[in-house]
């Protein structure tokens, strides 16, 4: 069976350095905020090209605080409205409403799976103030455009960047002038994957970067002072030494994602599947490589015969969940297509030639 992500595998190759960095935190003694936080956060800053990097619990959580950063320095204010794309994974939405905010959700392209820039104006209200673009499966969205929006109409950026690792927007380097941050998860199945749950803020803006900082830590900068209603996010020390681990791998991965994705892209010739938009620069880390197909079980399970594992990512937008019944009435025709259709076939760092071999060869027999 080729694995859709073999965890283990992956993981086996940093085992030494793991045990080795699990042995110096427990001999420092120094469990919460320590040594190797302070030094992740300052690698994983100049890896994503941004003053600043601050660890938090998750990537959920990273999102949050960035939104109740921005209502604390009065940017926002509860009951604002954020936009969203609507065929995102259901993190992005919980994490405007657990910021008292209102998502908006937009379409995206059926050629990139991302928010499609050009819808976005018609939905921008006098309570819109901020864009959230979510660069789904590990491909950026179109910054310029975005940036373009948020400069005319005066809104924050907050990137959902948890499928993105090592993915630097060019335009936000140039649009300082918009402020904005960019929220991380490293769970274990990420690019850059903690052995736990664990995430990070970047951001260039000073005044959201230190009330981000006490947020996360009960809202105090000093013992026992708490200048905001804060909670407890923090990164844990053990997974940032996990991280300090991977971290300098990160591009070699991605680089090795990029070439399986290319043989994917030029290999497979399969009339009745679908392949992911790539215009092969370096703005897709290939968190996922994403097919469609109109009749998708039926390739899941010809897949699965074949011994190749895969998975659905995601089978049901978020305006058809349970959780959201005031949506479901709601049609977003594009995000139902890609939900009923795609399908993410296996992608990952170690994965050999043989391997990419047959899952090309047997797509191409489908």
Avoid at 151 to 174: M, P, T, W, Y
Avoid at 318 to 343: G, Y
Wanted: glycine residues 4%; aromatic residues 10%; proline residues 4%.
């Amino acid at each position: 069976m080729i694995k859709f992500l073999d965890l283990q595998k992956i993981n086996a190759q940093y085992q030494d350095e793991f045990h080795q960095k699990m042995q110096l935190v427990l001999d420092k003694g120094w469990f919460i905020l320590g040594d190797e936080v302070k030094q992740f956060e300052t690698d994983f800053a100049k890896c994503t090209k941004t003053k600043y990097c601050i660890g938090v619990g998750n990537g959920l959580d990273a999102i949050v605080l960035i939104f109740k950063a921005y209502i604390q320095l009065g940017l926002m204010k509860k009951g604002d409205e954020v936009i969203v794309p609507s065929n995102t994974y259901i993190a992005s939405i919980l994490a405007v409403l657990q910021a008292d905010l209102v998502p908006v959700l937009v379409e995206p392209k059926l050629e990139t799976y991302n928010l499609d820039p050009d819808l976005i104006t018609e939905k921008i209200t006098s309570k819109t103030r901020a864009i959230l673009p979510v660069h789904l499966y590990g491909q950026l969205c179109e910054m310029d455009k975005t940036y373009e929006i948020a400069k005319k109409h005066n809104l924050l950026v907050v990137e959902d960047a948890a499928q993105s690792h090592g993915a630097v927007s060019e335009f936000r380097i140039q649009n300082l002038e918009v402020r904005n941050a960019q929220a991380y998860s490293f769970y274990p199945g990420k690019n850059l994957g903690a052995l736990g749950d664990a995430g990070a803020i970047t951001t260039d803006d000073d005044e959201l970067a230190k009330v981000v900082h006490s947020l996360r830590n009960y809202g105090s900068e000093k013992k026992y002072h708490n200048e905001f209603i804060g909670v407890n996010s923090r990164l844990d020390e053990i997974q940032a030494a996990f991280l300090n681990v991977k971290l300098p791998f990160l591009n070699e991965e991605n680089n090795n994602r990029r070439a399986i994705a290319k043989r994917y892209l030029t290999e497979i010739n399969n009339v009745k599947i679908n392949l992911p938009f790539w215009s092969f620069s370096n703005d897709h880390v290939f968190h996922l490589f994403v097919i469609r197909t109109a009749n998708r079980d039926k390739l899941q399970e010809y897949l699965k015969e074949n011994e190749i594992e895969t998975m659905i990512h995601y089978p049901i937008p978020p305006h058809k969940q349970k959780a959201f019944e005031a949506w479901n009435n709601l049609s977003f025709p594009i995000s139902e297509k890609i939900h009923d259709e795609v399908l993410s076939i296996p992608i990952s760092p170690i994965m050999t030639n043989d391997e990419v071999s047959k899952v090309i060869q047997i797509l191409n027999q489908y």
